[in-house]
């Protein structure tokens, strides 16, 4: 699992609420990444960063913010819920080779 | 499972079989590729990868396959056991960026 946490692992929350879900690595690794993923879309970017406080958008990145105030963590926001941001969300870190691996996932549910 | 499409390729084979599974990859500029399995209800799990400047690269029970001349990438799973059974999908990683590009998946089913 490269030592990736994803906490809460569920949620379930009314539209308009704030939400953050977070990711932590133990491997001290650089890049850490957010993912979405939903039926036929499969795997999309919503943020990733290459360093402490250093943050860049993906290809889904409206409605969401991120923060990175230490190596260890990545912190997904969504600032008010939608039910269009009802997804499993993924984070993954960048080893050594340029491989992605994955954390366990975060099922959120938007009513 | 939450995982991927409601409407992703499938492939059933009968245990023991050997299965491939194919991927076309769209940027011609990618150096690195990698395969990955997701099981319901699970993260994907990096299974093999291999670089633009190979052609085929084994691991245990696993092969990947890579055409350039085609963008096509193919992982072959030998003797295949229920454990195979769940969605893999590609990914290629192009020249110089950060980011990795996603296929969709495609669904393996093994049959007793």
């Known amino acids: 699992d490269a030592g990736i946490t994803q906490s809460p692992r569920h949620k379930v929350t009314e539209t308009g609420t704030p939400v953050t879900l977070r990711c932590h690595q133990t491997e001290n690794h650089r890049y850490m990444y957010w993912y979405r993923q939903d039926p036929g879309h499969g795997l999309r970017l919503i943020h990733y960063?290459?360093?402490?406080?250093?943050?860049d958008k993906g290809e889904v990145s409206d409605g969401y913010s991120v923060s990175r105030s230490k190596t260890e963590d990545f912190l997904l926001t969504l600032e008010s819920a939608t039910s269009s941001q009802t997804s499993v969300y993924f984070c993954?870190?960048?080893?050594?080779?340029?491989?992605?691996?994955f954390g366990p996932g975060t099922r959120l549910t938007v009513l | 499972g939450e995982n991927v499409g409601l409407h992703l390729p499938t492939l059933s084979v009968q245990e023991g079989d050997n299965s491939i599974i194919n991927c076309a990859y769209s940027n011609s500029a990618s150096d690195y590729f990698i395969w990955y399995k997701q099981e319901s209800g699970k993260g994907p799990q990096f299974i093999i990868d291999?670089?633009?400047?190979?052609d085929k690269r084994q691991g245990q029970r696993v092969t990947v396959l890579l055409n350039k001349t085609v963008k096509h990438l193919s992982l072959q799973i030998a003797a295949t056991q229920p454990g195979d059974s769940a969605v893999y999908f590609c990914?290629?990683?192009?020249?110089?960026?950060?980011?990795?590009?996603f296929g969709q998946g495609t669904r393996l089913t093994i049959n007793p």
């Open positions: 291999i670089r633009s400047n190979m």
């Open positions: 990914a290629e990683n192009p020249r110089g960026a950060q980011k990795l590009v």
């Open positions: 960063s290459y360093g402490v406080k250093d943050t």
């Open positions: 993954a870190i960048r080893g050594l080779s340029d491989t992605q691996y």
